[in-house]
């Protein structure tokens, strides 16, 4: 498998991922008590950094070899859209996850999540649908 068919695969890990995760993970919070929620959200961080961890690295590494191997628009465009949903999970959703760790839980904190993570949501959606189009059209 061609590097191109790779990170197809991660891009569409990573959407499947996103969807999950808006349309069903955080919305269910709403529905635990908070000491429920607590105790089920240590649990939840540790299960689920093994499934987004390796898609987000892969993702982000096979992007940036795309870019030293081949550097032009989608290449770097992708990668502007990675950084930021890096960024995005790092600076917003790693210090409101760490709240639910502590037990500093609200409706507000989690409306918080369900709402800012529209645009990760987003940012993910289309990487994957540029790079869908963008191998298609290229391989």
């Not at 808006?22 to 961080?45: A, C, G, R």
């Not at 990675?82 to 409306?111: C, E, R, Y």
């Amino acid at each position: 498998m061609n590097i191109e068919t790779n990170r197809l695969l991660f891009d569409f890990g990573m959407l499947v991922l996103i969807w999950l995760v808006q349309l069903v993970i955080y919305p269910s919070f709403f529905h635990y008590q908070i000491k429920d929620l607590k105790q089920w959200h240590e649990k939840y961080i540790v299960r689920i950094t093994y499934v987004v961890m390796p898609l987000m690295i892969g993702q982000l590494s096979l992007t940036i070899v795309m870019v030293f191997d081949n550097l032009g628009i989608y290449q770097i465009g992708s990668l502007i859209l990675i950084v930021v949903a890096w960024l995005s999970t790092f600076l917003q959703f790693v210090p409101m996850h760490n709240k639910i760790a502590m037990g500093i839980i609200s409706d507000d904190l989690l409306l918080k999540l369900l709402l800012n993570n529209w645009l990760r949501t987003i940012l993910w959606t289309i990487t994957f649908i540029w790079s869908f189009v963008w191998y298609i059209n290229h391989i």
